[in-house]
């Protein structure tokens, strides 16, 4: 298996673009997560679906932010629109039982 | 409210020596915890974990210890090898699949 697969691995943009993050998982994994890792809080949880379903999105910023899963294979986060206090690298990681497995993350930076 | 912190931002230790990288939580209700490490422009991966009904477990060079009436754990790596140099994240669970984790510490170890 190729692991969590993330796209783009770098995204720079200005204030107020769209940005849409995108994840795939590991297959056969029922859980998959969006994490912003910052200085301060270091791996932040923002939201997490099983099975699809949106669990727990208490984590989410504000209502900039917002990440959907149409299907099993596939997750986005987006912001729209973009500030430069936005600017992180966003990871997504998925689990089947145990532990979790990291995507190699997407930097994003907001100017 | 962070409820898993790292309050070391940074260690630095000798090669051959002993590394000790410490965690507190706050949530008596997590169970399960685990260290994740991170290199560079990577994702970070699974290092190795333990459930509260124990207080130590052990994988080669690597132990973490569980106290929880003090609601700590530690990482204990002996002995410490240059790539171990990394970013070190402890994270807790209340096995409902939402992983919460400190903000990390640097570890680096010279040669």
């Known amino acids: 298996d190729a692991g969590v697969i993330q796209s783009p691995r770098h995204e720079v943009t200005e204030m107020g673009q769209e940005v849409t993050l995108r994840c795939k998982p590991i297959?056969?994994?029922?859980?998959l997560f969006w994490y912003r890792q910052t200085m301060m809080r270091g791996l932040e949880l923002l939201i997490y679906?099983?099975?699809?379903?949106?669990?727990?999105d208490s984590g989410m910023p504000e209502d900039r932010f917002s990440a959907k899963m149409p299907n099993a294979s596939f997750s986005t986060l987006k912001i729209q629109p973009s500030e430069p206090r936005d600017s992180a690298v966003y990871f997504c990681a998925s689990m089947g039982t145990g532990e979790l497995f990291f995507g190699e993350g997407s930097r994003l930076t907001v100017l | 409210d962070q409820q898993v912190k790292q309050n070391s931002p940074s260690l630095s230790v000798q090669e051959g020596r002993i590394s000790i990288l410490n965690c507190d939580y706050t949530?008596?209700?997590?169970?399960?915890f685990l260290w994740y490490k991170k290199y560079p422009a990577e994702g970070p991966t699974f290092l190795i974990s333990?459930?509260?009904?124990?207080d130590k477990n052990e994988d080669g060079r690597f132990t973490v210890f569980l106290n929880k009436s003090a609601k700590h754990l530690s990482l204990h790596i002996v002995p410490s090898q240059p790539g171990d140099s990394a970013v070190y994240f402890c994270?807790?669970?209340?096995?409902?699949?939402?992983?919460?984790f400190g903000q990390g510490t640097t570890l680096q170890v010279k040669p």
């Open positions: 949530n008596s209700m997590f169970d399960y």
């Open positions: 679906f099983n099975n699809n379903v949106p669990i727990d």
């Open positions: 297959s056969g994994h029922d859980y």
């Open positions: 333990i459930s509260s009904i124990k």
């Open positions: 994270a807790a669970s209340k096995r409902t699949g939402k992983l919460i």
